[in-house]
Nanobody, 123 residues
Framework: QVHLVESGGRLVQAGGSLRLFCAAG????????MAWFRQAPGKEREFVAA????????SLADSVKGRFTISRDNVKNTVGLQMNNLKPEDTAVYFC????????????????WGKGTQDTVSE
């Protein structure tokens, strides 16, 4: 069982940057594909970004392409999400997720989830 804990969320102004972290405990994540999802108030959870087990392949939602970057460090057992040029519509709780299979943009594909970290982007 992989235990995931997100951190780094805070209040930031539009146009600013933020880096989120996901720390994994319990077992190594080097055999897991990882992803970030987000959920805004009153909306469904949506896919943001994913990265394969080795870091050689990534996927980004169209809404964040060119602004967000996902990365991982299998030695430190962490996954990061660098968010630049933030917009108010990026305001959400951001969740880290893991799957022993291949990543995808459906939440059902992921077996392990963190509790989330709140990111708020002001005008």
């Amino acid at each position: 069982q992989v235990h995931l804990v997100e951190s780094g969320g805070r209040l930031v102004q539009a146009g600013g940057s933020l880096r989120l972290f996901c720390a994994a405990g319990g077992r190594t994540i080097r055999n897991y594909d990882m992803a970030w999802f987000r959920q805004a108030p009153g909306k469904e959870r949506e896919f943001v970004a994913a990265i394969n087990y080795s870091g050689s392949s990534t996927s980004l939602a169209d809404s964040v392409k060119g602004r967000f970057t996902i990365s991982r460090d299998n030695v430190k057992n962490t996954v990061g999400l660098q968010m630049n040029n933030l917009k108010p519509e990026d305001t959400a709780v951001y969740f880290c997720a893991a799957t022993p299979g291949s990543y995808g943009d459906y939440a059902d594909r992921y077996y392990n989830w963190g509790k989330g970290t709140q990111d708020t982007v002001s005008e």
